[in-house]
């Protein structure tokens, strides 16, 4: 009698969780979360980089016209510091880092785990902090601190912030200040992970430190290497926070403007929704390219020892 | 009958509760500034408004935004038609920004044309389109020259005499030769030296039309003036590239440069950020040009307006008329602000002789001063493309004539071109 009474499942829910539907009930969430925050934006993008958008209700297709006005004199400039940003991030970031970990994990300094905490803490504060005490700090005029240390050191002071060279080395001390930490955690986990007879191995074979970093530690971290680079490639084309916390409204000579402080003064500060798509997508390519080659290079497609 | 009278009841009933409620809760407006400066008075005002018993009470929900934060924020909101403010101060350099396709700020025709004699229109002007005023300003932001009268009279200068942008040369290589100062600073990354001298002088960056005027000879002889001074040493560059830098308040606050050029609202700059100068800084009206020119220039400014599709849309308009274009409103805009106020008929006005801090830091013949330059001062040409004329002079001419130096018909030329690029 009982089993007769028993409420049959409802025809919606049976539905959804049967076998065949319930693993794509599953990867709705992401599905839906995807094509909603990520395709539909970057569809409207494309499209909006053929128009002309003039407040929230007229726009006007205008084909090709925004990317034949792309290569200004500020695009380009900002091309050239992003670039050459991002070139100085990759060499500066991925290296010295890396000889801190290696440092680190060697047993030499003593103390270590006192460092990686003090190496990481920069991550920590504001950026905007951040730039504005290295913003004072390299000052313009003889009595900024760095300009003090310079004189002291028999040099000449300078004016940092004023020309796109010593301005970029600027950027480029900060931001390893900031993120130098973060690397050396990437690193020591890569390191940490390659076991310990390879070392005893080379170490039997006759192998000095030196050959033992580029033989064994090298090849060993090479995941993490590469994951190091691709997003420092990408950081340093995307950076934008670092160079307004430093500079803020006012750019000398335009050379604070990074390709994405470019597009959001396009887009947001002159209101052209249209062109900043153009200049977006350009970016977007532009990346591609840069880390598709980058990998190449690195062998990421090239399969693991066979 | 008796059906109508309890109809009639009824309504009165309804009417009486609707006052009722009307009275306890006030009408809530949002308000975006970017300058907080702004909200001291907003507040008065505010109060004022609300203690007037004919006035509907109101509510005003204040937000300060930094400068780049808020004009981005309305863009986004005013583009997506959602989460706008009421009321908001927008920034002249970027207010044409708000006035293409369709405009999205109601106009305020009805509140400005019937006072408009007593107002300074030109500064309505710059907020217009179509001959529908969009903003009001609270300023003339008339360029005025503040001397260091210590560093001047060390040198064995009265700054009185010096009547033509020759003399202020002349002057300067005196003060450089006796206390080793310079006379003066140039902006290398902002356009408050390079404009103001070139619309005082007579020229600008755009005509009403939208012709470019850059690399006309007015352009080109006022940046071989500057450069001039700084090539001798008189004028250098602004530590941190403007005059609104922490690092320019210091070395000017502790007496590294004998004067500057700026307009009238950096009153307040000096009594807040360079309070040591105090009874030592002097106001006096810019040198004149020998080639003609005028006796000033209105620069900078915010107009603030109200958005078309806010709730309130009449009550906003009526307490912003009464804010900032009433008698009592252009007074306090002094006495608060340190601005000078666009209401011609307040200068003689004896409130606005009333002690306060700018007269114990300059001295009490600002206004003195101020009124013998208001009858000569130029129309600045603020139209569609003058957000992107003035980021190419904040960004290329002032950095290459004071950073680069460059020649200055090069520069003019080569800033003429882009600004001709843009408009393409």
């Given amino acids: 009698m009982q089993q007769v009474s028993q409420r049959r499942p409802n025809r919606a829910a049976a539905f959804l969780t049967s076998r065949k539907v319930v693993p794509y009930v599953f990867v709705a969430p992401f599905v839906i979360y995807f094509l909603l925050i990520y395709l539909y934006p970057t569809v409207s993008t494309v499209m909006m980089s053929f128009q002309r958008i003039d407040g929230p209700t007229t726009s006007e297709w205008i084909g090709l016209k925004n990317y034949q006005k792309l290569f200004s004199r500020n695009f380009i400039q900002a091309l050239e510091t992003s670039t050459r940003y991002a070139i100085w991030d990759v060499i500066v970031l991925t290296i010295v880092p890396l000889l801190f970990a290696v440092l680190l994990h060697s047993g030499l300094v003593k103390g270590s785990a006192f460092f990686k905490s003090l190496f990481f803490i920069p991550a920590l504060t504001s950026i905007i902090v951040a730039g504005i005490v290295f913003r004072l700090a390299f000052g313009t005029q003889d009595t900024a601190p760095v300009n003090v240390l310079m004189t002291a050191l028999g040099g000449q002071p300078r004016q940092w912030l004023m020309f796109a060279d010593s301005g970029n080395f600027v950027l480029i001390v900060m931001t390893l200040w900031r993120w130098m930490g973060v690397n050396i955690i990437y690193y020591l986990s890569g390191i940490q992970a390659i076991p310990n007879d390879l070392y005893e191995a080379a170490e039997i074979d006759g192998a000095n430190p030196i050959q033992k970093f580029f033989k064994v530690t090298l090849p060993g971290i090479r995941p993490v290497l590469i994951y190091v680079i691709t997003i420092t490639v990408l950081g340093g084309f995307a950076m934008f926070t670092e160079s307004v916390a430093l500079w803020q409204q006012s750019n000398p000579g335009g050379i604070g403007r990074t390709i994405v402080g470019y597009l959001y003064q396009v887009g947001i500060t002159k209101a052209n929704m249209g062109m900043a798509s153009a200049v977006g997508l350009t970016l977007l390519a532009l990346v591609l390219v840069v880390n598709l080659i980058q990998l190449v290079l690195m062998g990421f497609f090239r399969k693991e020892d066979a | ?424």
């Avoid at chain 2, 007037?52 to 583009?79: C, F, G, R, W």
């Avoid at chain 2, 009238?264 to 009874?279: A, E, H, K, V």
């Avoid at chain 2, 011609?344 to 009124?371: Q, S």
């Fill in chain 2, 1 to 424: 009958m008796k059906k109508l009278l309890a109809v009639l009841l009824t309504l009165a009933l309804m009417l009486g509760m609707c006052s009722a409620l009307a009275e306890e809760e006030p009408i809530k407006l949002t308000l975006w500034t970017f300058q907080e400066l702004h909200t001291q008075l907003y507040k008065e005002m505010e109060a004022s408004w609300n203690a007037n018993p004919d006035n509907p009470k109101i509510e005003i929900d204040m937000q300060v935004y930094p400068y780049d934060d808020m004009h981005s924020k309305l863009t986004l909101a005013l583009q997506s038609g959602e989460g706008a403010p009421d009321i908001v101060d927008i920034e002249i350099n970027q207010f044409a920004n708000y006035l293409k396709g369709d405009i999205q700020l109601a106009d305020i025709n009805d509140i400005v044309e019937p006072i408009k004699d007593k107002l300074v229109m030109s500064r309505f002007n710059n907020y217009a389109k179509d001959g529908k005023y969009y903003g009001i300003d609270h300023h003339i932001g008339a360029t005025i020259m503040f001397y260091n009268t210590e560093i001047l009279e060390a040198a064995g200068i009265n700054y009185q005499d010096i009547k033509t942008w020759d003399d202020y040369h002349e002057a300067g290589k005196v003060v450089l030769e006796k206390t080793g100062k310079p006379m003066c600073t140039w902006e290398s990354a902002d356009c408050w030296s390079i404009y103001p001298l070139v619309n005082q002088h007579g020229g600008d960056w755009l005509t009403p039309e939208g012709e470019v005027r850059m690399d006309e000879p007015v352009v080109v002889n006022t940046l071989a003036f500057m450069k001039s001074m700084l090539d001798d040493g008189t004028a250098v560059a602004c530590p941190g590239g403007n005059h609104h830098s922490e690092e320019y308040y210091g070395a000017m606050g502790s007496g590294a440069f004998a004067s500057v050029s700026m307009p009238f609202w950096y009153l307040n700059r000096f009594t807040d950020y360079m309070p040591d100068l105090s009874g030592k800084m002097k106001v006096a009206p810019m040198p004149l040009w020998p080639d003609g020119g005028h006796k000033s220039a209105q620069m900078g400014g915010t107009g603030t307006a109200v958005v078309k599709t806010s709730a309130n849309v009449d009550i906003a308009k009526q307490w912003l008329a009464y804010a900032t274009l009433s008698f009592e409103g252009c007074v306090k805009t002094w006495t608060i602000l340190g601005f000078d106020p666009i209401m011609t008929e307040v200068y003689g006005a004896p409130e606005m002789k009333e002690p306060n801090k700018f007269f114990d830091y300059y001295g009490d013949d600002i206004f003195d001063m101020l009124k013998t330059v208001l009858d000569d001062i130029p129309d600045t040409c603020i139209s569609e493309y003058f957000p992107t004329a003035s980021d190419i002079v904040k960004s290329q001419m002032a950095y290459d004539l004071v950073i680069g130096g460059g020649d200055p018909e090069t520069i003019a030329k080569n800033c003429a071109q882009e600004l001709r690029d843009a408009i393409e």
